[in-house]
């Protein structure tokens, strides 16, 4: 799409705006439409949970998400529906132009992600959104969703990621992802970091940005997940909602749901908006219940029963695999096991392994780790699993199918994000080579 390396030349902060000014983006509105999803694990789901709720609220609404699972496009959507290619073609050509420009100008690289969180900001303003919600890259402090200016923001989770930028422990981690939320304003934070509290309030306190947290100002109770749906009780403020059902699958879920919630009631609070509590009530429910976000803990198959999902971080594989289990069962599963080589290797394999009896190693044709490492992973993880290898996707997807079939199994694909889309995407008879991921 972008002719630009993945990152920049260093903060992009000076640049973006230089960017954002060329191409007449009103910052002003943007600020006064926007919330911001920053955080280690949830925030896709939730700025999805967001939008959805300001969609059924009545608002035109935008959601800017990272990365794409099948088409780029997928990551600038208004109203639900991903750009269309002439019109990502176009903005893209704008942009590229302006860019171009300002390089001559000022020197200095732009990075491709910098360029698409521009084009979501053009194209949120020409398709004349009311609301919008921003997923942030990397962290918060440098990352392109700043130049937002949101005085709402969310910080899902913190977790060990990407530490040679964002620090070698959680409060700095956690610090650089608030960030991302303007002077003034309030950030909503996940139930993990609670025990970061005394840290993150005091960082705070000298921007006068209001800490909240799930858990605590912001209850969360009687959380019941089960196949056939889930649901749970949300208090803040002057509002409690309860009996809300959630679409999407995973205990993890009821904490991205609840941010999202309270980031929309807390914008709907700052923007002066005049709104019946009924009506806010009713598009939470139906914004919580329509949502659609794939590769989270995803039912692709019932012959046999085939869960993939997109979890990357020990800990968001942690979680998904407890609710796997509290909702399907932990018995007879086939586990399809793959690992990207710049993640953690060792801990994923060490999160997942112990739970199966049988487990197919294979290798994503992106990024995907070499699948006889994993087995040997696997091997010191659980030695008495039954372990097979699979030298490529197509591969896996046949083995794990005629595995199922002759050993009554459930199949259950986990480990990377690019694993789970590569498999499904064969599964139903597409070309995984052929994918283009960022």
């Known amino acids: 799409m972008f002719d630009l390396p993945k990152y920049g030349d260093g903060p992009c902060l000076a640049r973006m705006a230089a960017l954002l000014a060329a191409l007449a983006v009103d910052r002003e509105r943007l600020q006064r439409i926007s919330v911001v999803v920053t955080g280690s694990n949830g925030k896709g789901s939730t700025a999805a949970f967001c939008a959805s709720i300001a969609r059924a609220h009545g608002l035109r609404t935008g959601l800017f998400t990272s990365p794409h699972l099948f088409h780029i496009n997928e990551r600038f959507q208004v109203d639900g529906v991903a750009v269309a290619d002439d019109d990502l073609a176009r903005l893209t050509a704008r942009i590229k132009t302006s860019i171009d420009e300002i390089s001559q100008r000022q020197g200095g690289t732009f990075g491709a992600f910098e ?17 919008a919600a921003f997923e942030a890259g990397i962290g918060g402090r440098y990352d392109p969703v700043r130049l937002v200016g949101a005085r709402v923001a969310g910080v899902t989770s913190v977790d060990y990621e990407h530490v040679e930028l964002l620090g070698h422990s959680l409060e700095l981690i956690a610090a650089d992802k608030s960030d991302a939320c303007a002077a003034l304003g309030t950030i909503v934070y996940g139930e993990n970091c609670r025990s970061l509290w005394p840290h993150l309030v005091e960082y705070n306190r000298t921007r006068s940005v209001t800490s909240l947290f799930v858990g605590d100002q912001i209850a969360l109770r009687g959380g019941a997940i089960a196949a056939s ?8 403020g002057n509002f409690r909602f309860q009996s809300l059902e959630t679409s999407l699958r995973g205990a993890f879920q009821f904490n991205n749901a609840a941010i999202a919630v309270t980031l929309f009631l807390l914008w709907l609070r700052d923007g002066g908006a005049e709104t019946s509590p009924g009506r806010i009530e009713a598009a939470v429910r139906s914004g919580l219940r329509e949502v659609r976000w794939p590769g989270r803990l995803e039912v692709i198959g019932q012959d046999p029963l085939t869960i993939i999902d997109v979890g990357h971080t020990p800990d968001g594989i942690r979680q998904s695999l407890a609710s796997l289990k509290a909702i399907y069962g932990a018995e007879d599963w086939i586990l399809v096991l793959g690992v990207s080589f710049d993640k953690k290797e060792g801990e994923i394999v060490a999160a997942l392994a112990p739970s199966f009896d049988t487990i197919l190693c294979t290798a994503a044709y992106h990024k995907g780790a070499n699948a006889d490492a994993i087995a040997d992973a696997v091997r010191q993880a659980n030695p008495s699993a ?6 490529s996707i197509e ?34 008879g597409g070309r995984a080579r052929e994918l283009k991921f960022f």
């Open 229 to 236: 749906g889930q649901r749970f009780e949300f208090e803040f």
């Open 386 to 391: 039954a372990i097979h290898v699979a030298a």
């Open 395 to 428: 591969e896996a997807v046949g083995l794990s199918q005629s595995l199922a079939a002759s050993l009554h199994r459930k199949i259950y694909v986990a480990g990377g994000l690019f694993l789970a889309i590569e498999y499904l995407t064969v599964a139903r």
């Open 115 to 131: 360029a698409m969180f521009a084009l979501a900001c053009l194209h949120f303003q020409e398709s004349g959104c009311e609301f």
